[in-house]
DNA sequence: CATGAATGAGCCTTCATTCAT
DNA sequence: TATGAATGAAGGCTCATTCAT
């Protein structure tokens, strides 16, 4: 049994080499740059291996689609059990959207390239099952808190507003500002020295002007960003300072 | 000379063609999914005709950049140009970058390809020079309204507050929201009913956080956006709208 | 008249011009070198007036040995009219093909292009005519003069030596002295400092090794050498000096 | 290990019967003449299969010539291990060169295409140390055998002789009657019986011509002939007779 | 299972030739 | 007659995928 396991384990290992292999190429290039030629050579496994662990270039698109969505669902899941008011839970929700953005800028990009290429019909059925069960996990976290809230009288909407909003708000931002930090090279010449501290403040904005209590200024949010950075994303904070 | 004129048209009509089909191959497939052999394909041209255009696939590629950056230089420009304070002139280049991105939400995808790809080097020096001088004149004016509002004290920024925060701030809502509304196809799912005025509201609030005098409450800024709307950009909307 | 006469040097002149063009095309890049798009570029013609003089590619090839097979052609016409003896009158024509390979020392890749590629049938009956009769006319005059030498006594032959293996001597180091001349670039470095000079001496042997009286030792044939470089070809001599 | 080297040894006949198909294509039609759509076509294989075993055209011209230039190192080799006087030896350089034109009288013509055309930058660094040291080989050989020459007192050159001059003629001569021989298809018409005949004749009075002893007069230069046709050359004889 | 040779569709680009103006 | 846009057949090369060993 223990063969057997070393075995799988081996086969799991080469499966993630192969997934990070195929990320740069997929992102650089779009979906007709990831080539199966370039993994084998850069790997140095034959062609045929690649394909015992991927029937086609598509698995291998949504393989890396469903890791990236699976660590955000994580990310979602322990932000969403931290300890707190509920304002203090949708900021951890909105610090694990930052912590997936940085981490991961490139998943919308991925997002985009699965949809825009007609690759979703060429997937299992097993890996889009995957796929969208993580979807749906997430829409439930955030639904979630939503109900909390509005039970708890944290928050009261304006007519027309609806707590989703804030989501995209704060989803809105952080997609805008990673992508334009990643796509412009001319930020410096256009005099922005630190976009991700011009980032967190139009988050912080945004989030007072849902009128979700306690508002920014009647509650100490740094030291709550600085719990939830301590308590719920030790490592992830760690990983992105580096 | 009638004749003439004629066939120059034709050719120029062609040309529009070209790159009208091209744009989508580019933005939905990337640099390697854009084929010449599609174009010709899809416009039912022979392939030595698209060639008679465009010496290879990379002058297609700048010249579509070519053509969103020079609309956006013509937004800016006319912009710029609005009669008003410079909180109402900033307002309407924000009202600019939103007509911008709005009515080209892939420019930024179409940047970044040709970011990525070495695209550039092969380039005639011409259709690089074109676009260069676009660049430096969107840059330029950005600049002159900013120097104009801190000139006429409508504009003091706290320690290290830059005024070009406000130009990333527009920007990168613009941006992070067009990019999500256009990727995503489950708004709706999440709640997001009506994604342009969420966005709408998260610039109102951008701008007066940088204290950019008359704040939104001191003045009615609906009332200019309706003129920057009805006044400068009355097209745009329309096109927009529809 | 004279209007018609310029109209028809006009066409002469570009006539010439396009085969001036097309020669280093053909003679650098083989067949599939020559490039009527070239042609026309270079030129600054449309290609429809390229059209207009040549029906075809190959016509311009067959041009092309046209020219150089009518040098060919007078120049051995004016060497087989040198006023001496037999042994004097090969010599010049012997003259007269080295002359013509050093002004045209890419002829026999033309004629290797012509008879490699299926040229020939493509071209014009007319054409046709012009090259074989050029031919046969070059033929005829050396047949002459051997004829001439054999009635006058000044050759007699051995058993199984006939007249022409003179004329093939002659033609064949010509040919292959220039041939590794022109193809080789390590002729220093194997030690050649000048390869005419050795190209000469081997000539005299041949003529000398054929019996054709008088021989070399027995007339000054460096006298009658410079007599037909004077007399003769003084314009070749000065081209092929400079 | 056989099934290894059954493979091994498949690929190597696909690869020569590859390059046995490139060479009338390249020898008839130039650089361009030679593609690797009819070199796939006329073997059967798929343009892929081509490209497993030469990973451009250029490198396929580059393995052609390597084949024929090993081949005439090989004839240099074994011509200069032919025990005799140095006369003999360059007498058995000389046959080997003219075993190697026979046997190969396209060759100069290879060498052409590979310097007219710019292939030589894009093979690999492999192949060309190859086709280098082979050219360095000969080279050596032949300045070798003159240095014993002229170190046993066999040679002494007139001023401004230099032994390499017969190296020249040699080749020349051998390079010019063959190239005739391929080219013209009116030999018979010119009267040229037996070109190879005349050929040699003009080989043995250039020898003579530079004074190595003893001249061919002085010894049985066919004797010698005949002995290293049969203890160097035999196959190859028997070959070019056929 | 692993390998890597074979396949063939597809891509970018060139070019001889035609033809409407 | 001159022009030059349009055509479409190649050509060099890449790459996803298959399959015999």
Same mark, same amino acid.
């Given at each position: 049994?223990?063969?057997?396991?070393? #075995?799988?384990?081996?086969?799991? !290992? /080469?499966?993630?080499?192969?997934?990070?292999?195929?990320?740069?190429?997929?992102?650089?290039?779009?979906? $007709?740059? $990831?080539?199966?030629?370039?993994?084998?050579?850069?790997?140095?496994?034959? #062609?045929?291996?690649?394909?015992?662990?991927?029937?086609? *270039?598509?698995?291998?698109?949504?393989?890396?689609?469903?890791?990236?969505?699976? #660590?955000?669902?994580?990310?979602?899941?322990? +932000?969403?059990?931290? /300890?707190?008011?509920?304002?203090?839970?949708?900021?951890?929700?909105?610090?694990?959207?930052?912590?997936?953005?940085?981490?991961?800028?490139?998943?919308? *990009?991925? !997002?985009?390239?699965?949809?825009?290429?007609?690759?979703?019909? #060429?997937?299992?059925? *097993?890996? /889009?099952?995957?796929?969208?069960?993580?979807?749906?996990?997430?829409?439930?976290?955030?639904?979630?808190?939503?109900?909390?809230?509005?039970?708890?009288?944290?928050?009261?909407?304006?007519?027309?507003?609806?707590?989703?909003?804030?989501?995209?708000?704060?989803?809105?931002?952080?997609?805008? +500002?990673?992508?334009?930090?990643?796509?412009?090279?001319? $930020?410096?010449?256009?005099?922005?020295?630190?976009?991700?501290?011009?980032?967190?403040?139009?988050?912080?904005? $945004?989030?007072?002007?849902?009128?979700?209590?306690?508002?920014? +200024?009647?509650?100490?949010?740094?030291?709550?960003?600085?719990?939830?950075?301590? !308590?719920?994303?030790?490592?992830?904070?760690?990983?992105?300072? +580096?």
């Amino acid at each position: 049994m223990s063969t057997q396991s070393r #075995k799988q384990r081996e086969i799991q !290992e /080469r499966e993630q080499r192969i997934l990070e292999t195929a990320w740069p190429l997929l992102i650089e290039q779009g979906y $007709l740059g $990831l080539s199966m030629d370039r993994i084998a050579e850069t790997l140095q496994y034959s #062609k045929g291996t690649i394909y015992n662990h991927f029937s086609c *270039k598509e698995e291998i698109i949504i393989a890396l689609a469903i890791q990236t969505t699976e #660590k955000r669902t994580r990310l979602f899941e322990r +932000a969403a059990a931290f /300890r707190g008011t509920s304002r203090e839970r949708i900021h951890a929700i909105g610090s694990a959207a930052t912590i997936f953005v940085q981490l991961f800028p490139d998943h919308f *990009k991925l !997002e985009h390239i699965i949809r825009s290429s007609s690759i979703w019909e #060429k997937t299992s059925e *097993k890996r /889009r099952t995957i796929m969208r069960s993580c979807e749906r996990r997430c829409m439930g976290i955030v639904g979630g808190i939503v109900r909390d809230a509005i039970a708890h009288a944290d928050l009261t909407l304006d007519d027309g507003i609806v707590p989703e909003d804030l989501v995209f708000g704060l989803w809105s931002i952080s997609v805008g +500002a990673f992508s334009i930090i990643t796509t412009s090279d001319q $930020l410096v010449e256009l005099g922005i020295q630190e976009p991700f501290e011009t980032y967190r403040q139009n988050v912080h904005r $945004l989030l007072d002007g849902f009128g979700w209590r306690p508002l920014s +200024a009647d509650y100490d949010s740094v030291a709550v960003d600085d719990r939830i950075r301590a !308590e719920v994303f030790p490592e992830e904070f760690r990983a992105i300072s +580096a």
